[in-house]
């Protein structure tokens, strides 16, 4: 891995020339051309195999195949821009994108978990978001009547602000959805009111 330019600014090219295997440049599209001329000069064959990775990790991404003496050219094409990288030797020949849909799955560990159980073709858990409820945080439920749930993590957020049960003892429960409604019964033992799924159903 070898960042295409430095504060300085020319790369000395030489002692990567000279390395096996494969050669992979960050932040090189301004200076790709002089990367690979500077390459060649010091040892690389101009028929080195070289592709052009585009917007890789975003839906219009867009791969250019070329040599390390084709490369002006192969920047000509309208399609070949920032962010890139560029893969040298031999595995810039290899394609091993899918020819079949995947899903990356973003969310709580909670979700991630049910929708890949869920899913019918390959799916990849990213558990990105981590939800961090505030202990300190208080409420006054005696104004109200109703709480309404909009999911699992809502239901045990309420929860985890409680310090004495008796504040919401008054309250009745209503959830979106029969699976938040059973979430609220197995967990903390509390049956919801009305759940939302019924009101529509009833609407």
């Known amino acids: 891995m070898i ?12 002692p990567y020339a000279q390395l096996p295997g494969t050669l992979v440049f960050l932040m090189s599209m301004g200076n790709a051309s002089q990367i690979a001329d500077d390459l060649i000069q010091n040892g690389k064959p101009g028929f080195t195999l070289v592709a052009i990775l585009c917007r890789g ?9 070329c040599t390390l003496e ?15 990288i560029l893969l040298v030797e031999e595995v810039a020949a290899l394609d091993v994108r899918s020819k079949t849909p995947s899903v990356v ?4 560990e ?40 909009t999911g699992k993590a ?14 919401i003892s008054h309250l009745q429960f209503v959830t979106i959805g029969p699976s938040s409604a059973k979430y ?20």
Do not use: W
């Open 105 to 108: 799955v973003c969310g709580t």
């Open 70 to 84: 084709t490369i002006k050219e192969a920047f000509e094409d309208p399609q070949v821009g920032t962010p890139a």
């Open 3 to 14: 960042t295409g330019h430095t504060q300085t600014g020319k790369v000395d090219m030489a």
């Open 184 to 203: 609220l019964y197995d967990t903390y033992h509390i049956h919801a009111t009305l759940s939302h799924h019924h009101i529509l159903q009833t609407n």
């Open 110 to 149: 909670h979700f991630t978990r049910a929708f890949q159980d869920q899913c019918s073709i390959p799916c990849t858990r990213q558990a990105y978001v981590q939800i961090v409820y505030e202990p300190d945080k208080k409420i006054d439920f005696r104004p109200y009547s109703h709480v309404v749930l």
């Open 57 to 65: 990790t975003r839906f219009d991404a867009y791969r250019k195949n």
């Open 154 to 167: 809502g239901i045990d957020g309420l929860f985890q602000m409680m310090e004495d049960m008796r504040e």
